[in-house]
């Protein structure tokens, strides 16, 4: 079985640009979480989707936003990009809830 | 508020050495914990989990309500253990995220 995927793996935007990052989920999956990982803060829960509905929703502003799709596939999107949304994002998909399984991460680094 | 805790950064021990990571938690209810593991270059994947109360990879992890812990163990460390490990506890009060604590760096020398 494919493991979750996400895309890109790395990406530099600038302040102010917005950016859009993908997740395919464990087939059969269809909880979709992600989370922010940085040195200062660990990991962080932004939020979790399930069957293309918001189950769960984390702190933070709403410059985070997501969505899935139909197939569970999710996007992540961040608009009006700041210097502290570089992070690594991670998704994970599970088949209801746990465990999760992780993809690699997406490296967003904004400068 | 729910939280873990691993109150350490880093963890160094020699090759055949008992190991002992801590977390602790706070959660009002009935907490479902975690151990994650994160190999240099590779995903975070789950290790255990406290209700399967199973033993990989040599790693065991007792859930103590009555000290709110939940410390991974193993007997004897091996060099390939040295990773990242992080205690994560699910919030079924916040919808079932989890919640994880900052990691422990575990470094096994020779």
């Known amino acids: 079985k494919a493991g979750v995927t996400q895309t890109p793996r790395y990406l530099i935007k600038t302040r102010g640009q917005q950016v859009t990052l993908s997740c395919s989920p464990i087939s059969g999956h269809r909880s979709v979480s992600w989370y922010q990982q940085t040195p200062g803060q660990g990991l962080q829960f932004l939020f979790e989707y399930f069957s293309e509905t918001q189950r769960n929703k984390g702190n933070f502003p709403g410059r985070f936003s997501g969505r899935q799709f139909s197939n569970s596939r999710s996007e992540m999107n961040v608009s009006t990009l700041e210097l502290g949304d570089s992070a690594l994002y991670l998704c994970?998909?599970?088949?209801?809830?746990?465990?999760?399984?992780f993809g690699n991460g997406t490296r967003l680094t904004v400068t | 508020a729910q939280r873990v805790t691993q109150p350490e950064k880093l963890l160094s021990v020699f090759k055949g050495a008992p190991v002992e990571l801590k977390c602790n938690y706070s959660?009002?209810?009935?907490?479902?914990l975690f151990w994650y593991v994160q190999y240099s270059r590779q995903r975070l994947q789950l290790l255990l989990r406290h209700i399967s109360r199973e033993s990989i990879k040599g790693f065991t992890a007792d859930l103590n309500k009555g000290e709110t812990s939940f410390h991974l163990k193993k007997p004897f460390a091996q060099e390939e253990d040295s990773a990242m490990y992080y205690c994560a506890l699910q919030d079924y009060n916040q919808g079932g995220k989890l919640i994880f604590g900052q990691g422990t760096e575990l470094s096994v020398k020779p």
């Open positions: 994970a998909s599970s088949l209801g809830g746990s465990p999760l399984h």
């Open positions: 959660y009002s209810g009935s907490p479902e």
